[in-house]
T-cell receptor
Framework: GENVEQHPSTLSVQEGDSAVIKCTYS??????FPWYKQELGKGPQLIID?????GEKKDQRIAVTLNKTAKHFSLHITETQPEDSAVYFC????????????FGPGTRLSVLP | DVKVTQSSRYLVKRTGEKVFLECVQD?????MFWYRQDPGLGLRLIYF???????EKGDIPEGYSVSREKKERFSLILESASTNQTSMYLC???????????FGPGTRLTVL
């Protein structure tokens, strides 16, 4: 079955710097890759996603890149702010309809003022 | 706003007790999911349901069962709680294909 690895497990950056989180997946049939952000005491919330027919997607300070050949995808956050501090999860779909995922183990991002 | 509510935020139970975790979503959609979240392991799917009275096993169904008698309600059942089921349990509702899953705030279950 699908296996998703995520690195690093913790990341500390200075406010205003960029942060990059990387994930790899094992099943070449996966075709949908969402990223979720979990703030303290809350459930995860979708922040950006990408489908396999696209190499990059951007939404303001957040971008995701996908390399299908190498089976890895990355989250890029620019101009980090203290409110970006959270746990981030990548995921890869395991069905043909993008409704069921395997999640990575998570990255705890701390943005230092 | 879409809302997913879970019956309790914190729960403490004893080994061997039967435990019910309830999840209610306020939208008329089909897909609902139960995950458990443990440090370093991310979110792991226990069971999911795409319709009333329908259920499918996820990655770690052992020791759990589910019930979906009404579209808006999806219950997770621990038939005989054990200490290794101490965890954070998250319920989610999902829309149609390639759309967001909406998560509840979670229930932190401790089994003593």
């Amino acid at each position: 079955g699908e296996n998703v690895e995520q690195h690093p497990s913790t990341l500390s950056v200075q406010e205003g710097d960029s942060a990059v989180i990387k994930c790899t997946y094992s099943d070449s049939a996966s075709n949908y890759f969402p990223w979720y952000k979990q703030e303290l005491g809350k459930g995860p919330q979708l922040i950006i996603d990408i489908r396999s027919n696209v190499g990059e997607k951007k939404d303001q300070r957040i971008a995701v890149t996908l390399n299908k050949t190498a089976k890895h995808f990355s989250l890029h956050i620019t101009e980090t702010q203290p409110e970006d501090s959270a746990v981030y999860f990548c995921a890869a779909s395991i069905d043909n309809y993008g409704q069921n995922f395997v999640f990575g183990p998570g990255t705890r991002l701390s943005v230092l003022p | 706003d879409v809302k997913v509510t879970q019956s309790s935020r914190y729960l403490v139970k004893r080994t061997g007790e039967k435990v019910f975790l309830e999840c209610v979503q306020d939208m008329d959609h089909e897909n609902m999911f139960w995950y458990r979240q443990d440090p370093g392991l991310g979110l792991r799917l226990i069971y999911f349901s795409y319709d009333v009275k329908m259920k499918e096993k996820g990655d770690i169904p052992e020791g759990y069962s589910v019930s979906r008698e009404k579209k808006e309600r999806f219950s997770l059942i621990l038939e005989s709680a054990s200490t290794n089921q101490t965890s954070m349990y998250l319920c989610a509702w999902g829309g149609s294909s390639y759309n967001e899953q909406f998560f509840g705030p979670g229930t932190r279950l401790t089994v003593l």
